[in-house]
């Protein structure tokens, strides 16, 4: 009996293991279907996005345009016979308004809605024939050209500096004060922490008679006297310079006037702001760097409390991502690091199955009868130890910074 039990003994201290794997392979088969039907339902998602049919383009006026790097550019520009054409237009143009913007202080810039608030002056200058055209009517300047992405008209306030006065030459003028909450059309969040961000002011005709179309109407921008003022700074921002130029504005209706689609000159002027690097490193990426080293370094833990490691890992990781989503919208997009926080979750989740595994053929070494196999589990128990904390950085590393290439 005993001589039976002492050959069956290889055999049956073999089927745990055989049963263990065989779990292993199905528990890796459930894994890869779940994936693939996380993908398709995913792919279901449509991504087409409807596009508006209004256009901005640059015009043949004079303009300033940021050449910061990472600030974005708006409207397109006229090319070839293009400007010859918009020239001709501009020559044609019965009337013409030139128009200054300064602005005093940009503040309470909230990226959730988005929009920020801002404060200062606004001056125009226009000729004769818009004056009579303003008399006829009965209107101020500033009731037919205002602003275009003011959010709240009601608590927007414009107020004159003086009273409209008379130039030589036929030219009349006028200064305002402007203090109002304006929507940031050109937000891009891909970058996230590192990104940029361009504030516009601006100014379109309020046209309720048709009359102040592109052909008849232009707003030219004052390159001289436009610019930033010295309280334009912004908490955690870098200040990347300011543009302003005349756009060429196709609206995609004919507001109920009109039986074709309408064109208006618009102003716009940006004021443009990269996030602070430093600030953002050490207020964002820093912890997170502190978070993952303690998953990069696991194998060094010689503890057996090392597997529970990985979940306070993802438990903190939770918590950090929450902490800087709450100042940004809901977006349709991943930003950078929230691609950096989904490489931390699966580095997070491969050291959890390594660390289980260690400890499986820690296990099995233990029990191992035969001393090649036990020297085998051993071998692979240590080449796994030392290669995991280069390894997986390695990855953090290399994936993030494709990831940011990507974006």
Same mark, same amino acid.
């Given at each position: 009996?005993?001589?039976?039990?002492?050959?069956?003994?290889?055999?049956?201290?073999?089927?745990?293991?055989?049963? &263990?794997?065989?779990?292993?392979?199905?528990?890796?088969?459930?894994?890869?279907?779940?994936?693939?039907?996380?993908?398709?339902?995913?792919?279901?998602?449509?991504?087409?996005?409807?596009?508006?049919?209004?256009?901005?383009?640059?015009?043949?006026?004079?303009?300033? !345009?940021?050449?910061?790097?990472?600030?974005?550019?708006?409207?397109?520009?006229?090319?070839?016979? /293009?400007?010859?054409?918009?020239?001709?237009?501009? /020559?044609?143009?019965?009337?013409?308004?030139?128009?200054?913007?300064?602005?005093?202080?940009?503040?309470?810039?909230?990226?959730?809605?988005?929009?920020?608030?801002?404060?200062?002056?606004?001056?125009?200058?226009?000729?004769?024939?818009?004056?009579?055209?303003?008399?006829?009517?009965?209107?101020?300047?500033?009731?037919?050209?205002?602003?275009?992405?003011?959010?709240?008209?009601?608590?927007?306030? *414009?107020?004159?500096?003086?009273?409209?006065?008379?130039?030589?030459?036929?030219?009349?003028?006028?200064?305002?004060?402007?203090?109002? &909450?304006?929507?940031?059309?050109?937000?891009?969040?891909?970058?996230?922490?590192?990104?940029?961000?361009?504030?516009?002011? !601006?100014? /379109?005709?309020?046209?309720?008679?048709?009359?102040?179309?592109?052909?008849?109407?232009?707003? *030219?921008?004052?390159?001289?006297?436009?610019?930033?003022?010295?309280?334009?700074?912004?908490?955690?921002?870098?200040?990347?310079?300011?543009?302003?130029?005349?756009?060429?504005?196709?609206?995609?209706?004919?507001?109920?006037?009109?039986?074709?689609?309408?064109?208006?000159?618009?102003? *716009?002027?940006?004021?443009?702001?990269?996030?602070?690097?430093?600030?953002?490193?050490?207020?964002?990426?820093?912890?997170?760097?502190?978070?993952?080293?303690?998953?990069?370094?696991?194998?060094?833990?010689?503890?057996?409390?090392?597997?529970?490691?990985?979940?306070?890992?993802?438990?903190?990781?939770?918590?950090?991502?929450?902490?800087?989503?709450?100042?940004?919208?809901?977006?349709?997009?991943?930003?950078?690091?929230?691609?950096?926080?989904?490489?931390?979750?699966?580095?997070?989740?491969?050291?959890?199955?390594?660390?289980?595994?260690? /400890?499986?053929?820690?296990?099995?070494?233990?029990?191992?009868?035969?001393?090649?196999?036990?020297?085998?589990?051993?071998?692979?128990?240590?080449?796994?130890?030392?290669?995991?904390?280069?390894?997986?950085?390695?990855?953090?590393?290399? !994936?993030?910074?494709?990831?940011?290439?990507?974006?």
């Amino acid at each position: 009996m005993k001589r039976i039990v002492n050959r069956l003994r290889p055999f049956l201290t073999r089927l745990p293991d055989q049963r &263990q794997k065989r779990w292993n392979v199905l528990l890796l088969i459930v894994v890869a279907i779940s994936m693939i039907l996380l993908g398709r339902f995913l792919g279901y998602e449509s991504t087409d996005i409807v596009q508006s049919r209004e256009i901005l383009r640059l015009t043949s006026t004079p303009h300033i !345009v940021n050449e910061a790097s990472g600030v974005a550019s708006r409207g397109k520009p006229l090319q070839g016979l /293009e400007v010859k054409r918009d020239a001709a237009l501009l /020559e044609k143009a019965p009337y013409k308004v030139y128009a200054g913007v300064y602005v005093a202080n940009n503040f309470d810039v909230d990226l959730e809605i988005p929009a920020f608030s801002s404060k200062g002056y606004l001056w125009m200058q226009w000729d004769q024939a818009f004056q009579e055209y303003l008399s006829e009517r009965e209107l101020s300047i500033e009731e037919v050209i205002s602003f275009e992405n003011d959010i709240n008209p009601e608590t927007t306030a *414009i107020t004159p500096l003086r009273e409209a006065r008379k130039l030589g030459q036929g030219m009349f003028s006028q200064g305002f004060v402007y203090t109002g &909450q304006f929507y940031i059309d050109t937000l891009d969040l891909r970058r996230f922490p590192f990104n940029s961000v361009s504030l516009p002011i !601006v100014l /379109e005709a309020e046209d309720p008679f048709g009359d102040l179309v592109f052909e008849n109407l232009r707003l *030219i921008p004052d390159l001289r006297d436009s610019g930033l003022g010295l309280y334009s700074s912004l908490p955690g921002w870098l200040s990347r310079g300011w543009s302003i130029g005349e756009y060429r504005h196709h609206f995609s209706s004919g507001l109920g006037f009109s039986s074709e689609d309408n064109e208006f000159s618009q102003l *716009i002027f940006d004021s443009s702001y990269q996030r602070s690097s430093w600030s953002a490193f050490w207020t964002l990426i820093q912890p997170l760097i502190i978070v993952m080293a303690s998953v990069i370094l696991i194998t060094r833990v010689m503890t057996e409390f090392r597997i529970e490691i990985p979940v306070a890992v993802l438990l903190t990781l939770i918590f950090l991502q929450e902490g800087y989503k709450a100042d940004l919208p809901d977006l349709s997009y991943l930003t950078f690091m929230d691609s950096v926080y989904v490489i931390a979750y699966l580095t997070s989740f491969v050291s959890f199955g390594l660390v289980l595994y260690l /400890e499986a053929l820690k296990r099995r070494a233990a029990n191992a009868q035969d001393p090649d196999l036990r020297r085998l589990l051993l071998r692979r128990e240590l080449f796994l130890e030392q290669i995991w904390p280069s390894l997986s950085l390695s990855i953090l590393v290399g !994936v993030s910074l494709v990831t940011w290439t990507l974006t």
